[in-house]
């Protein structure tokens, strides 16, 4: 599934850039250079998209970028001595299925089969089944 948001950017004085996205509370985010900061923008709108279909919640719609105001923005946003030199708007789209296989929250059930006396010892000790076999598993894969 892929989303697609309008995002304004500001470039500031020392070449940085501030990003917002406006049909996500203004979320915000920034880079050090134009490059870096469209990656932060699809990185912070794959997070908060979702963190909000694991919630179940909706995803919010995506606005018109005709109707994305830089005015309504800096009037909710108070940044004092706010010096930029230029500013756009763009859209981001984000393919949300990469991001929710290398870093989604949804839990997967599984069924394991293991000695009945690592069992008995295991729940003596409070072992926590899901926790040990997560831990084993990312070791396994990073190979740490």
Do not use: H
């Not at 880079?31 to 179940?56: C, F, H, K, R, S």
């Not at 997967?108 to 293991?114: G, L, S, Y």
């Amino acid at each position: 599934m892929k989303v697609m948001y309008p995002v304004l950017f500001y470039e500031e004085k020392e070449g940085e850039y501030s990003v917002f996205v406006p049909d996500l509370n203004n979320a915000s985010t920034c880079g050090d250079t134009l490059e870096e900061a469209m990656e932060m923008a699809e990185d912070l709108i794959a997070g908060l998209v979702l963190d909000e279909m694991e919630e179940g919640n909706k995803i919010p719609s995506a606005t018109r970028i005709e109707k994305v105001s830089f005015k309504k923005l800096e009037s909710i946003v108070d940044i004092e001595g706010w010096d930029y030199k230029s500013k756009f708007k763009t859209y981001i789209i984000v393919d949300i299925g990469v991001y929710a296989e290398k870093w989604g929250k949804e839990l997967v059930k599984k069924t394991v089969n293991i000695p009945k006396w690592i069992n008995t010892k295991a729940e003596s000790l409070k072992i926590n089944f899901s926790k040990t076999l997560e831990e084993a598993l990312l070791q396994k894969i990073y190979k740490k």
